[in-house]
């Protein structure tokens, strides 16, 4: 059972290595697709707010997790 | 016929995924042949493989069943969070936040964390250490197979992409036999933050294929995706190494 868990928890943490990166990922992947789906743009525009937007969350989500470890209060894992 | 543009980076990001997984599934087999011997070793080895060929068999052809545009957006979406995931930590190693990851650090550690497990258990030792191998070969095989099947599936490209992971596997064996040590020298973080970077392209190619984005340049756009990322992740990089101050 040991093996089953360590699979699932390994499996999990492939795609959910960060909780917030993971919601904020989810969350442009879903205004790309309200873009696409739900307006009149042309499925372009969403296509580029998609890779933009993914973009900006890596360079966003290194810069938190570096301030992170920065900052006193945190201790290193 | 298989066109370079399309097949290219699906053989590329398998095979270099894949030999960043094997090293470290390699590094946990050495430990276990070392101290037990290569008996245990080899068969916790084979029955991990045997469980990843099953688990292939068996989910493989359910692939097929799945709507295109569908299987595109959920694999798109499962390799964005993969992807950018294994880039920011890539990133994050590159700017020196984190440590690299370290092949003969983890030999040691495993292999002090084994003999430990041993001392403390009743149960027979080789058993215990075959279940060691057993177990880093199907966690990481798991990370290679879901590679595969994501930047193959999309585009019928899952043989290429399937040799390109085997490709990796014989290299690192070869390797690995020839110098019987943890394979240390293997640039990991560099190995990794690329492969970040292509699987970050393919994450946003294949989710916006998904929704009916048409791609301007089709495949060739790909190209241009693992550009940026690439860009993205070096200047996060760069822009972390410099101290960070606190405004108050």
């Given at each position: 059972m040991n093996i089953l868990k360590d699979v699932f928890s390994e499996l999990f943490s492939m795609f959910v290595?960060?909780?917030?990166?993971?919601?904020?990922?989810?969350?442009?992947?879903?205004?790309?697709?309200?873009?696409?789906?739900?307006?009149?743009?042309?499925?372009?525009?969403?296509?580029?707010?998609?890779?933009?937007?993914?973009?900006?969350v890596l360079f966003l989500s290194v810069r938190?997790?570096?301030?992170r470890r920065a900052s006193p209060k945190s201790g290193s894992y | 016929m298989l066109e370079w543009s399309t097949a290219g980076p699906a053989v590329g990001a398998a095979f270099l995924a894949s030999i960043v997984e094997v090293v470290e599934a390699f590094t946990i087999v050495l430990v276990v042949a070392t101290l037990r011997g290569w008996k245990p070793a080899m068969l916790g080895t084979g029955a991990a493989l045997f469980v990843l060929a099953a688990i292939v068999v068996i989910l493989g052809p359910l692939l097929d069943q799945v709507p295109l545009h569908l299987l595109q957006l959920v694999i798109g979406v499962l390799l964005l969070l993969f992807g950018i995931g294994w880039l920011r930590k890539a990133a994050l190693r590159a700017g020196g936040v984190i440590p690299l990851h370290d092949e003969d650090a983890i030999f040691a550690k495993e292999t002090a964390g084994l003999t430990a497990e041993v001392e403390r258990r009743q149960t027979s030792q080789?058993?215990?250490?075959?279940?060691?191998?057993?177990?880093?070969?199907?966690?990481?095989?798991?990370?290679?197979?879901?590679?595969?099947?994501a930047v193959g599936a999309g585009r019928g490209m899952l043989w290429p992409a399937?040799?390109?992971?085997?490709?990796?596997?014989?290299?690192?064996?070869?390797?690995?036999?020839?110098?019987?040590?943890?394979?240390?020298?293997v640039p990991e973080n560099t190995l990794k933050f690329g492969v970040g970077v292509m699987l970050s392209a393919f994450g946003v190619f294949w989710t916006g294929e998904g929704l009916g984005v048409d791609w301007p340049g089709q495949?060739?756009?790909?190209?241009?995706?693992?550009?940026?990322?690439?860009?993205?992740?070096?200047?996060?990089a760069r822009i972390v190494r410099k101290p960070i101050e606190v405004t108050v």
């Open positions: 290595a960060d909780a917030r990166l993971t919601a904020t990922i989810l969350a442009t992947v879903g205004l790309a697709a309200v873009l696409i789906d739900a307006t009149s743009l042309p499925p372009l525009a969403g296509g580029l707010v998609l890779l933009l937007g993914c973009i900006a938190r997790e570096a301030k | 080789d058993w215990i250490a075959g279940i060691a191998a057993f177990k880093a070969v199907l966690l990481e095989g798991l990370e290679v197979i879901f590679i595969v099947i399937s040799l390109g992971a085997l490709a990796a596997c014989a290299l690192v064996l070869l390797v690995g036999v020839i110098a019987h040590r943890p394979l240390a020298r495949d060739l756009a790909l190209f241009v995706f693992a550009a940026l990322f690439l860009v993205a992740g070096l200047t996060a």
